[in-house]
């Protein structure tokens, strides 16, 4: 059973546009939702996280919105650079379980120049 | 700096040996983590361990044990390899000061059984 449902599978933005990347979760008792990149040849990697007690999070171009009564959250990437292409994981977890993530499926973000 | 090894970045393997994947993390960590990555499925979590000597089965356990001798190294086994177990192949651990919940994973093992 999936417990979190990550959508578009594959992106293609222009230089410079928003990339908005989706995912959904069924666990209430989540509570703690990290995004991680990953490159080709690499292992994913922590990209930002955020707690359900605040709504937004941004670090530097990348921003999460976390909307718990939908049990939604989303990704931004704001002037998105082709350095930026790469798959992008949600994730979701719960405390006390060990940091044991439940993962999206993935989406294949490219940006074209 | 945060590093979790993987022994091998290619295996090819053939139908019904068994196979070892090994993992070390030089942090310290408590707790690691096998996943299989597969597109369209993302990451599926295969087994994970607490501590020394502990394993708790992930949601796609079927096929595959692991070992925790020492506490930096967590080995994932195919006890007989088969084709719909090729895949790319990650571990990750977490703990310490980036705090419970960060995983850092290793550069993956892509094998391939024929």
């Known amino acids: 059973q999936q417990q979190v449902k990550q959508s578009p599978q594959s992106l293609i933005v222009q230089k410079g546009g928003i990339s908005i990347i989706n995912c959904a979760y069924e666990?209430?008792?989540?509570?703690?939702f990290p995004w991680y990149q990953q490159f080709p040849g690499k292992g994913p990697a922590l990209l930002i996280a955020?707690?359900?007690?605040?709504s937004e999070k941004k670090e530097g171009r990348f921003t999460i919105s976390f909307n718990k009564s939908a049990k939604q959250f989303s990704l931004h990437i704001m002037d998105s650079q082709p350095g930026d292409s790469a798959t992008y994981f949600c994730a979701a977890s719960t405390m006390g379980q060990g940091g044991k993530l439940i993962f999206g499926q993935g989406t294949e973000l490219s940006v074209k120049p | 700096d945060v590093k979790v090894t993987q022994s091998s970045r290619y295996l090819v393997k053939r139908t019904g040996e068994k196979v070892f994947l090994e993992c070390v993390q030089d942090?310290?960590?408590?707790?690691m983590f096998w996943y299989r990555q597969d597109p369209g499925l993302g990451l599926r979590l295969i087994y994970f361990?607490?501590?020394?000597?502990?394993?708790e089965k992930g949601d796609i356990p079927e096929g595959y044990s692991v070992s925790r001798e020492k506490k930096e190294r967590f080995s994932l086994i195919l006890e007989s390899a088969s084709t719909n177990q090729t895949s790319m192949y990650l571990c990750?651990?977490?703990?310490?000061?980036?705090?419970?919940?960060?995983?850092?994973f290793g550069p993956g093992t892509r094998l391939t059984v024929t």
């Open positions: 361990s607490y501590d020394v000597k502990m394993k």
């Open positions: 955020i707690r359900p007690d605040v």
């Open positions: 666990n209430t008792a989540f509570d703690y």
């Open positions: 942090m310290d960590h408590e707790n």
């Open positions: 990750a651990s977490t703990g310490g000061a980036g705090g419970p919940y960060e995983q850092y």
